[in-house]
């Protein structure tokens, strides 16, 4: 799917910071509490900062894990998804206070893999990816338009399944890529 976005992303004449991070060996670990968390010595964090920083458009691609982003996803968001990078606090306002978003980004696209059936995850769960991604995370940071989508059981899905997910994948981030999404 990622690789499906890339290359709708390329056609569209975006430049691509595109990462795996597992790959790259991102280290998910925060070593300091959010006040502390505004600058890194690791080059990978920081590079990945300014990206965030500079993107006009966001894309996220990754498994549901209990309900959530894997513990790798987590720590990318803890340590680049950070203070006076993605949000910060107004003058005089205390980290008891509300924060302002400092994204560019006006768009976000989530895509998610799940083997739990839908009906079953919405009975059971309700959406917390959805709370995630689009209040706790993009909302906070001043992403206006969230577009998060779920796509399984992959586990029992066969290729003309996989083909259409990857089709509406397609289709979504080419209307993003226009800002045709709302």
Not at 1 to 13: C, K, P
Not at 161 to 170: I, N, P, S, T, Y
Request: aromatic letters at 10%; one cysteine or more.
């Amino acid at each position: 799917m990622a690789q499906a976005a890339r290359e709708v992303l390329t056609e569209h004449g975006y430049r691509i910071a595109f990462h795996d991070l597992y790959a790259e060996q991102f280290n998910p670990v925060q070593p300091t509490g959010e006040s502390g968390n505004v600058g890194s010595s690791d080059p990978l964090v920081e590079r990945h900062c300014e990206e965030l920083a500079r993107a006009d458009l966001i894309a996220i691609f990754h498994p549901n894990w209990w309900g959530q982003p894997p513990a790798m996803l987590k720590g990318w968001i803890d340590r680049v998804f950070r203070l006076d990078t993605a949000y910060a606090y107004p003058p005089g306002v205390s980290y008891e206070g509300v924060p302002v978003g400092l994204l560019k980004a006006r768009h976000a696209l989530v895509f998610n893999t799940s083997n739990t059936p839908a009906d079953r995850e919405m009975a059971a769960f309700g959406d917390p990816l959805e709370a995630i991604w689009a209040r706790c995370v993009f909302g906070l940071c001043g992403v206006d338009s969230v577009i998060r989508r779920m796509y399984g059981p992959v586990s029992g899905s066969d290729a003309a399944q996989r083909a259409q997910w990857l089709d509406e994948v397609g289709s979504l981030v080419a209307a993003a890529a226009r800002r045709e999404v709302a």
